[in-house]
């Protein structure tokens, strides 16, 4: 590519379909990234996303290690490679600890913390080359303190955050800068399980988080793709490793 045309940077963000993915998209483009949207299936609101966002749609489940590896390859022919990796997808269900059957148990950790392994290791070859990297692992409070009812969800996002500060250690030489981001309650439709769970609506779901927040309120998807997109910015290049917890103050104070 001429020198007068610098490369665009390329964000992989899976889980992209609605939420927090959406919302961490939208930002990385309005920021000036070429954002390659992903989540399990096609949908359309994932091409609507591509299509607002002026980026490509590619559906892979992340379960799926040849599904992984097809993902990462296509968007290596299309554009050389991934600069940016977000993986932000998440399988959750809940359930008492001795009413986990090992089918929903596996699958939580298979897409929260094996599928993140194999992107990782997709991407890595790329980022080597190019000599710089950004990786964010979307991990969660509960991964941090745990959670009632969600042992499966917690251990992984726990995996999450020990790989976080394993991959900081490992890659920051070589410019591949690896961190984590551990949010509470946020305001997308991952809390209509822990209204299920709770037996309760979304709204009363809601209320109840934010009454246990210091600041009194859930987070905004927005807020979390802010953070996201400080972590990918030049201006986060010495934080590596990190988890950072978006969470009202709730692993910090006391209400």
């Known amino acids: 590519m001429p020198a007068q045309f610098p490369r665009v940077p390329v964000a992989l963000v899976t889980g992209a379909a609605q939420g927090l993915g959406h919302a961490i998209a939208t930002r990385l483009a309005h920021d000036g990234h070429l954002v390659i949207v992903n989540d399990k299936?096609?949908?359309?609101?994932l091409t609507d996303?591509?299509?607002?966002?002026?980026?490509?749609?590619?559906?892979?489940?992340?379960?799926?290690?040849?599904?992984?590896?097809?993902?990462?390859?296509?968007?290596?022919?299309?554009f050389g490679w991934v600069d940016v990796l977000v993986a932000n997808h998440a399988a959750m269900a809940m359930a008492p600890f001795l009413d986990m059957a090992p089918a929903p148990w596996w699958e939580q950790v298979e897409v929260n913390l094996s599928g993140t392994f194999r992107l990782v290791q997709a991407v890595l070859p790329g980022m080597r080359r190019?000599?710089?990297?950004?990786?964010?692992?979307?991990?969660s409070e509960a991964g941090v303190v745990g959670m009632r009812n969600a042992t499966a969800y917690s251990a992984s996002k726990g995996g999450l955050i020990a790989l976080t500060k394993s991959l900081g250690r490992e890659l920051a030489r070589e410019g591949i800068v690896t961190n984590a981001i551990a949010p509470s309650y946020v305001d997308t439709p991952q809390l209509q399980v822990d209204a299920?769970?709770?037996?309760?609506?979304?709204?009363?779901?809601?209320?109840?988080?934010?009454?246990?927040?210091?600041?009194g309120r859930i987070a905004t998807p927005q807020e979390i793709a802010a953070v996201t997109a400080f972590l990918v910015s030049p201006g986060a290049g010495s934080l590596v490793g990190q988890v950072l917890q978006p969470n009202g103050g709730t692993t910090r104070t006391r209400a």
């Open 130 to 139: 190019a000599g710089a990297g950004r990786i964010v692992l979307i991990a």
């Open 49 to 78: 996303l591509a299509t607002q966002i002026g980026g490509l749609a590619l559906a892979a489940d992340v379960a799926d290690p040849e599904a992984v590896t097809e993902l990462v390859s296509e968007v290596a022919q299309r």
């Open 196 to 215: 299920a769970d709770a037996g309760v609506s979304i709204e009363d779901i809601k209320a109840a988080a934010a009454g246990r927040i210091p600041m």
């Open 41 to 45: 299936e096609d949908s359309a609101a």
